[in-house]
């Protein structure tokens, strides 16, 4: 697991210091020492072996309707906009007026819903085409056009090349896909204070565990993640028991409980030297 995502990371132009692991799943925090590999930090959820469940409950309701039409955007030569604003217009409306029906069936707050809208786009002569998300949803005038163009050329450009962008072969829009989101309720995240990092009070006794850092058994400590309070900081080798899952950290790594009740996983001491100090800057997921 741990050379897949390496090897994943590096095929996209970054690093993986430059990551944090979100391990959920009721086995990902009990292997997240071990897959991790070079991202320095893991991030454990008290709800790891739900947390997607958690995720689908409380996440945004999203309808999607597209709908293909040909349209000349950009006539080819003169670089001219020609869209025809009121086909345009008309068919972003016929999609709205069918998401807003689906709403209202099911019972959802129309006035609470938000409207996008994604266009499929290419320029002439060639076979990439591209879906853009369109900065209005309706065009209105030629500012307007202009601004959906150049959103389409800024978003072409980083997808293949600004060295393939063909204004003179004109630019052709293929679809419409109009979005609506209904936002739902977040619960809250509570921000505790932090304390010292002493977690004796956690402890619950020790069992002989394998370590192959160590090659060979020892009695190791163990703690119960419910009673980890904020601040308090558990340096491996330990196991951390909680409801609903166990956390395993080998020596050389750290756990530690954030200031909204998360557990953080890291790489410590020795293990940790020759590796990238750059802030995350981006999550995986594993």
């Known amino acids: 697991m741990a050379s897949a995502i390496k090897r994943e990371v590096h095929m996209r132009g970054y690093k993986p210091e430059d990551f944090v692991i979100f391990a959920f799943g009721g ?29 689908s409950s409380i996440m945004d309701i999203v309808h999607m309707y597209e709908v293909s039409r040909r349209m000349i955007f950009m006539q080819a030569i003169t670089e001219q906009l020609v869209i025809d604003q009121a086909a345009f217009n008309e068919t972003v409306d016929k999609l709205v007026a069918t998401a807003k029906q689906d709403l209202l069936a099911e019972g959802l707050d129309v006035g609470s819903a938000t409207f996008s809208l994604e266009l499929d786009m290419l320029y002439g002569g060639q076979v990439n085409v591209k879906r853009m998300a369109s900065p209005m949803l309706f065009i209105r005038s030629e500012a307007d056009a202009k601004a959906v163009y150049d959103e389409f050329e800024r978003e072409f450009s980083e997808s293949f090349s600004p060295l393939v962008v063909n204004r003179p072969g004109g630019v052709y829009l ?20 932090l304390g010292k990092p002493d ?31 904020p601040g308090n900081l558990v340096q491996g080798p330990a196991v951390i028991d909680a409801e609903l899952t166990t956390v395993v950290v080998p020596p050389g790594q750290s756990f530690s409980i954030d200031e909204y009740g998360l557990g953080i996983l890291e790489t410590t001491g020795a293990a940790a030297q020759g590796r990238s100090k750059m802030t995350p800057r981006a999550t995986a997921r594993a």
Do not use: I
């Open 27 to 55: 086995a990902g925090p009990t292997h997240a020492a071990g897959f991790k590999g070079d991202v320095r930090k893991a991030v454990v959820f008290p709800s790891a072996p739900v947390f997607c469940a958690l995720g």
């Open 174 to 193: 293929d679809s419409f896909v109009v979005k609506v989101t209904v936002p739902t309720e977040k619960p809250p995240l509570t921000r505790h204070p």
């Open 199 to 229: 977690a004796r009070h956690a402890m619950s006794g020790t069992r002989p565990a394998y370590w192959p850092e160590l090659r060979d058994f020892t009695q190791t400590p163990v703690y119960s993640f419910e009673m980890l309070l």
